[in-house]
């Protein structure tokens, strides 16, 4: 007998995702709505995701705020109180849409639900190391996306940044896990985080902008990015502490690649003090 669909609405985040896009729909067959929120793709993203029986709804930015994540909050109707923000290269592990289908039910005053993912990485699974947290179930009308003041900010350009919804209420921790497989070349992984760490350098250059990122990540990401020596820490955190050495090969460069990144944002941070100095 077929089980009664989960009353929630997953909303999807697509630009240009057609290799991705399908893999990701079949995770969320369990799912009451599932709506594609696409940034004007010029492949077959729209084709595909409406051949896969999900709602197709377009996003064009117009540079302000609300940028993607809050305007869907706002403007995107949906038939349920409970929405999950994903992106097109994840799914929910069979164990998180069980939990989410728990969660759901008995959720008392929890105002969101934050998971910890599976990341793959250069095609595989990391069992080790530094894993993600994200705060992606969000109860309508009590979790909301801030302003930042980063709208002349490079980087993220329509999506908000690396920080997590405010919530009117406490936020819960699932047990099961988000599955992140990126099913594009290394490369995009590098190409994408040389824009975040534009990003993460202005905003960190600009007390006011960076207190603002800051106050809305999570207890580890607010001490992490106070931490010195960024990536000789990280890097002994997720190969070392995190026993990242025991996924072989791939282990040692997600740990190596990411601490370039903490030290990519300490070289773009520093050179826009330079020229601010400069220029004063």
Not at 19 to 31: P, S
Not at 47 to 57: D, L, N, P, S
Not at 158 to 164: C, D, I, P, T
């Amino acid at each position: 007998m077929a089980r009664d669909l989960i009353p929630v609405t997953v909303l999807v985040q697509t630009k240009n995702e057609e290799n991705a896009i399908r893999l990701c729909l079949e995770g969320l067959e369990d799912f009451d709505q599932v709506i594609v929120v696409d940034s004007d793709s010029t492949d077959a993203t729209k084709e595909i995701a409406r051949g896969c029986g999900a709602t197709v709804v377009n996003f064009t930015w117009d540079g302000q705020y609300p940028k993607k994540k809050q305007w869907q909050l706002e403007n995107v109707r949906t038939r349920n109180d409970w929405i999950l923000f994903i992106d097109s290269d994840e799914f929910p592990s069979e164990r998180l849409v069980e939990d989410i289908r728990v969660f759901v039910e008995k959720s008392g005053s929890f105002a969101a639900a934050s998971v910890e993912l599976d990341y793959y990485f250069a095609g595989r699974m990391l069992r080790f190391g530094h894993r993600v947290s994200k705060t992606i179930l969000l109860r309508r009308g009590h979790a909301w996306f801030e302003p930042v003041d980063d709208l002349d900010v490079p980087g993220m350009g329509e999506l908000e940044g690396h920080y997590q919804p405010k919530c009117d209420g406490p936020v819960a921790r699932l047990g099961g896990r988000l599955r992140h497989e990126d099913v594009d070349p290394v490369s995009t992984w590098f190409a994408r985080h040389n824009r975040y760490s534009d990003w993460e350098a202005h905003v960190g250059a600009r007390a006011r902008r960076s207190d603002a990122v800051y106050s809305n990540r999570s207890a580890q990401g607010r001490a992490f990015a106070r931490a010195p020596f960024k990536p000789v820490a990280f890097f002994i955190y997720s190969y070392v502490v995190r026993l990242g050495f025991l996924d072989g090969r791939a282990g040692f460069d997600y740990a190596f690649a990411l601490a370039a990144y903490y030290w990519q944002i300490g070289l773009k941070r520093r050179e826009i003090d330079r020229l601010a100095r400069l220029e004063g």
